[in-house]
C-alpha cells in the first residue's frame, strides 16, 4: 500500500540545482521512526545514498553531499523533497526516494522504493 514517487524535471543544467519530489501515499511521512531517503544511481555505476528526513523533520546528509544538499518536506502534500545544487555531469542518474524504518537508510536498506527518475546534467 505504500507508494512513492519521484517527480521533477528530467534535464538539469550544469551549475543549477536539481529539484526533485517524491510524493509518498498509503502512509503519512510524519508518522514515527519512518526515514525518507533519497538514493541516486550514476551510470554503470553502484547506489549512492544522498540523505533523509525522519519523520520529525529533522535530516541526515551523506558526508559527500551535505554541502550542497537540502531534503524538506510538505506534509500537507505529503511530500519531500530534494534540492542538489551546483551540479555537474556526474550528478547525472537515476534518482530514487525510499523508505526505511530504522535510520539505516545510509547503509541502503529501505523497504519501499520509487521507481526513480532519470535526471540528465547538460553540459
Known amino acids: 500500500q505504500v507508494q512513492l514517487q519521484e517527480s521533477g524535471p528530467g534535464l538539469v543544467k550544469a551549475s543549477q540545482t536539481l529539484s526533485l519530489t517524491c510524493t509518498v501515499s498509503?502512509?503519512?511521512?510524519?508518522?514515527?521512526?519512518?526515514?525518507w531517503n533519497w538514493i541516486r544511481q550514476p551510470p554503470g555505476k553502484g547506489l549512492e545514498w544522498i540523505g533523509y528526513?525522519?519523520?520529525?523533520?529533522?535530516?541526515y546528509y551523506s558526508p559527500s553531499f551535505e554541502s550542497r544538499t537540502s531534503i524538506s518536506r510538505d506534509t500537507s502534500k505529503n511530500q519531500f523533497t530534494l534540492q542538489l545544487s551546483s551540479v555537474t555531469s556526474e550528478d547525472t542518474a537515476v534518482y530514487y526516494c525510499?523508505?526505511?524504518?530504522?535510520?539505516?537508510?545510509?547503509?541502503?536498506?529501505?523497504?519501499?522504493w520509487g521507481q526513480g527518475t532519470q535526471v540528465t546534467v547538460s553540459s
Open positions: 525510499a523508505r526505511d524504518g530504522d535510520g539505516l537508510g545510509y547503509r541502503g536498506e529501505y523497504d519501499f
Open positions: 528526513i525522519e519523520s520529525s523533520g529533522s535530516t
Open positions: 498509503g502512509v503519512s511521512i510524519t508518522t514515527n521512526s519512518h526515514y
